[in-house]
């Protein structure tokens, strides 16, 4: 467990007394970077690439970059280019091999509102696609009410392991019925620094589920890198709003550019199981 | 300009001569000395910091920690007054023929007005005596009146209503003095230093104030007799239990109660203290129907406990013990608990009237649990700082215009960063230990208090400190880049084994002149060094945080401050109005890499960042001392900076606990002897806030991109406290009634930023650690 969810624990109890309002605030601060939304999956053979300008933080919509030049490499070798499918959305075919590492290189196209973004070029740190250990079972309980913190309901958790060695990270994403827990918060990780090599039994995830829900768990193996920078976004996240917060920074991006950049190019493989909560 | 350019070494060897001169010269005066103890007549307690005068001179001494003083006098002089805030002043003839040891007992005050003319003609004196620039003395007097918070005065609460003291916010622990992190602070009882000063995060302080006998915080021109942090020092003295007869107090609040229980144990000789105090939140949740709620909640206690024993007029021994705890509790899923305890040995010996000592051995301890007893992530964390330490004091009083303070100091810490054990069959977690790291830190000392004219005085000392890292594991860099991947060599040390080593020579001075009779001038600068520094990265500080003692990898951190100020008091003595600018220069002062590991981290040295900082800022204050209505407003201007190579472009930007307006006001008006109220009022700057400069998608997920660190800064503070005592006729309780934020002002605390609940949107939230007003009412009690 990390410190800060000790953390987030100890601010829970002492803030029974205080109060969290949202509030109409004027954000001047702008600084536009380009986002890379990238990763090589084996959940599918189409893999995507998400390119687009940041927006100011209150702002909505996207400002999507069209016209990018996006060539993928396996282990150094390029593979080929990536297609355009939708504006900023672009893809390319591959079944990934374990134990090979992918890159990509980017040519951004003339952008006109962000003329110091024309032309440049942007690369990533290779990354390791590796074989994540499946989960080998899935279940459910009911569970009461909990001490303010947890709500009466459906709570499902797996069973796994870790192999044995250090170095291996994890991500859990969840789905109810076809949607993804998404808040920065959400972020289940884990490093195997304090569980190396062992069965994990019961691993529970704190989100609540109702009756009739469809429930699909991925696991996906991460690299350091990976881990360490959603690691930073999810600490950032639950600090925030804590009586413990830390200074806000960025999370480290694994791509090189001579202009400001954020994102991540990833490749993880993925083992998925699924559950309908039932009577 | 840099400190570093200014003759430090010079100014050192100045100090040395100067030093040793004083002791030769001086050490020819013979005359017959007047020595003794002030004590309050009631209690039999000896006070602490009462002025011994001669009438109509400059002559005169301030009583040490112990209430003992030592005054060489000409036969010519007949008579001494001895005075104390509180008290009525008493004149005491004497005949000094001969040496002389006397123990002057001083009736507390019975009704305010009475003693209006007295202590306006002593403050000018006691303003002089007490020479250290900087000080502050609390009052615990004082403190009782004012507002209270859940029910009690807090000692570390009302500090920061002083110029120049802050904090980061509610809830946090841990005060800022002139620009300085929360780490910086020495804070003694009963001179074992406690390393959380905090109960409930701050909500309440570890000091109970029905154990308190007195308290005074340096904020600048530190004694040589201290060391070892670089802001301020809170030195705290425990009440030695009534010598007279038994008495039993306390206060019965709406959230926590006390007693305490104080008397003789053989009359004149022995008398004890035990007092105890608990918060009871967690008893209310006992009610509930609900199981889990019933095994949730939080609470602290403390205890304090105090023998003393006089074994001959020259012989004088104390015994002082302090537990606290916290607990915190989440049904059965989670529970922590940390807390200090210190216990002191304490031996007064007077090798003749002008020779005072003390011998102190003392320990102290600050540990914390976390357990988590769920499933897959059952484990149980225990860490632990501890410290022995004995401390041998003495002070010669040379001549009426001369002490001469010297002592030695040797502590041993021991730090225990984190040890891991699963809980539970079911447990996926592996035991971990992380190695045990030891110092010996020792320090020698000298100090010499001297009034050079009428007008002029000095405190000039020397502290030679010796910081020795023992034992353990160092890890050899590649071209002495910290980097995980570039460890070439493990160097392991023996138990006691040293790594690394470092001496350090720290001057002090104080300066104090008298410009006429209602003006002095006051200077002061001190050099110190932190050789153990909190590892913590968040705004506040976490009771789960560990320290780290330097090694040959994580530098010692250090200050020089200079202040300079004025003291004047209006020609009736009623008002006093103090102006003070100071300038802190800092180096070696340690930052962390973005998203650094702090915890179970071998390598800490990895993720540190060293820079320098600086804060420079003047403080006003004006106050009221006498009559039915007193009180002080203060205002502190200020800034504190940090430059460290790898934030914010290597560029100066503002520490966490900039506030550079910061303004408070505290009055106390004596309706009549059965009703007294009191209000305080606090404003001060928004702390700084890292602002959010656009977001993005990732993965489905809406993540935010940051600004410069602490370019912004979040809404102002302000906030209101009123209360009011009631001591009804010939009872012996009194109520105590009070309003904690009373027109419900919702302060931030934070403003942070995130995706709406339903994750299609972005928000801008406040955080507010109290929304509304809180009352309390407790019943105090004395038998």
Known sequence: ?279 | MQFSDLPFKQLICVLCAYLMLTGIVLAQEEKAVLSGYVRDSSTGEDLIGATIMVPGTGIGVISNHYGYFSLNLNESITQVQISFIGYETKLVPVNMNQDRNVVVQLEPEGIAMQTVVVSAETSEADRFQEIGMSVERISITQLQKMPKLFGEVDLIRNITLMPGISTIGEGTSGFNVRGGGADENLILLDEAPVYNAAHVMGFFSVFNPDAIKDAKIYKGGLPAQYGGRLSSVLDVRQLDGNKNKLEVYGGIGNLSSRVALSGPIQKGKTSFLLAGRRSYLDQFARFSNNEDTRNSGIYFYDLNAKINHVISEKDKLYFSYYLGKDHMKLADMFKTQWGNSTTSFRWNHIFNPRLFSNLTVLSSRYDYTIGVYDGANAFEWKSTIGNLALKYDMTFFLSPNTTLDFGLHAAQQGFEPGVVNPTGPESGINPMQMPEEKALESALYISVDQKLSEKLKVQAGLRMADFRRLGGTQYVYENGIFDREAIIDTLNFGKWGQMASFLRLEPRLNLSYQMDKNTILKASYHHTNQFVQLVSNTSAPSPIDIWKPANNYIQPSQVHQIALGMVKSSASKNYEFLVEGFYKNYSHINEFKNGAQLTFNRTLETEILEGIGRAYGIELSAEKKQGKLTGRVSYTLSKSERKVEGINSGDWYNANFDKPHDLSAFAVFELNKKWDFSANFVYATGRPLTMVVGRYEHQGRTFPIMGDRNAHRIPDYHRLDISANLHPEGKRGSWSFGLYNAYARRNPYSIFFRPNENGNGTEAVRLSILGSVMPSVTYNFKF
Not at chain 1, 44 to 69: D, M, R, T
Not at chain 1, 132 to 148: D, L, N
Not at chain 1, 252 to 261: D, F, R, S
């Open chain 1, 1 to 279: 467990m990390k410190k800060h969810n000790i953390i987030v624990l100890i601010s829970l109890l002492i803030l029974t007394v205080s109060c969290v309002d949202v509030i109409d605030m004027q954000i001047n601060d702008y600084e536009p970077y380009v986002v890379i939304d990238g990763e090589i999956q084996d959940i599918s053979e189409n893999q995507e690439i998400k390119i687009s300008i940041s927006q100011p933080y209150l702002k909505e919509g996207e400002i999507w970059v069209s016209g990018a030049e996006i060539e993928l490499f396996e282990n150094g070798n390029s593979l080929g280019f990536y297609k355009e499918v939708k504006a900023g959305t672009y893809m390319i075919t591959l079944v990934p091999t374990y134990g090979n590492k992918y890159h990509i290189e980017i040519t951004l196209p003339e952008l006109t509102n962000f003329l110091e973004f024309s032309y440049q070029k942007i690369i990533s740190i290779p990354e390791l696609f590796k074989e994540v250990t499946p989960i080998e079972s899935i279940g459910y309980e009911f569970r009461q009410e909990k001490a303010g913190v947890m709500e009466e309901g459906y709570y499902v958790f797996i069973d796994t392991f870790d192999p044995v060695g250090l170095g291996d990270f994890y991500q859990w994403k969840l789905e109810k019925n076809g949607k993804l827990f998404n808040l920065p918060s959400e972020l289940t990780l884990l490093s195997d620094e304090l569980v190396d090599g062992n069965q994990l039994h019961d691993l529970f995830f704190f989100e609540r589920f109702d009756k009739g829900d469809t429930v699909t768990v991925y696991q996906s193996s991460l690299s350091k890198n990976y881990y360490k920078f959603l690691e930073a976004v999810y600490t950032l996240a639950v600090s925030q709003g804590g009586l413990f917060e830390i200074p806000g920074y960025n999370p480290t991006p694994n791509l090189k550019a001579e202009i400001p950049i954020i994102g991540y190019f990833n490749a993880s493989s993925y083992s998925k199981a699924t559950v309908i909560i039932e009577e």
